[in-house]
Every structure is written in structure tokens, then in C-alpha cells.
């Protein structure tokens, strides 16, 4: 398994998942609302639980305050719309 640099987990992948859990979701409504394969989303929430920005909740998965924190900071750098 090739590990990649914390920087970047927050790539469009990360934070097209981050923003799916907002809510807690499934990773197959994930996989469905992103448009990504089953198998990307797994791995992609999988760094993410890593590094502190998701948890899981039951079957479900959703964002933590620090993912939250996260996503903020990419929108006052202006590399997330809002």
C-alpha cells in the first residue's frame, strides 16, 4: 500500500467525501452522491478516519470538527468554493 503525504488527503477526492458527511452517510451513498468507485471511497475514508477528519458512527461515517476545521481552511485559502 503506497502511503502518501498528509497534504494530500485533502485532494478533490478527500474533499468530495468530506463534504458527502455533513451527514452521516453510508460509503455506498458516498460512492452513489460522488460519482467514485465503492473501492475509492473506502480507502479515501480510511486515510481520512487516519488522520482524524471522519469517524465512523454505527454503519455510517461522517465528518469531525477537525474535518470540518479542514474544509473551512481550504475555503479561506480559496481552494474550495463554497
Keep these: 500500500m503506497v502511503c502518501l503525504p498528509s497534504d494530500d488527503i485533502l485532494g478533490s477526492t478527500g474533499v468530495s467525501v468530506l463534504l458527502t458527511l455533513t ?7 458516498v460512492a452513489q452522491k460522488t460519482g467514485l468507485p465503492l473501492f475509492r471511497v473506502r480507502g479515501t475514508v480510511r486515510r481520512l478516519m487516519e488522520a482524524g477528519l471522519t469517524h465512523q458512527v454505527e454503519q455510517m ?3 469531525t470538527p477537525e474535518g470540518t476545521g479542514k474544509l473551512e481552511e481550504k475555503r ?5 468554493s463554497t
Design 76 to 80: 479561506r485559502e480559496g481552494k474550495l
Design 61 to 63: 461515517y461522517a465528518i
Design 23 to 29: 451527514t452521516p452517510t453510508t460509503l455506498e451513498d
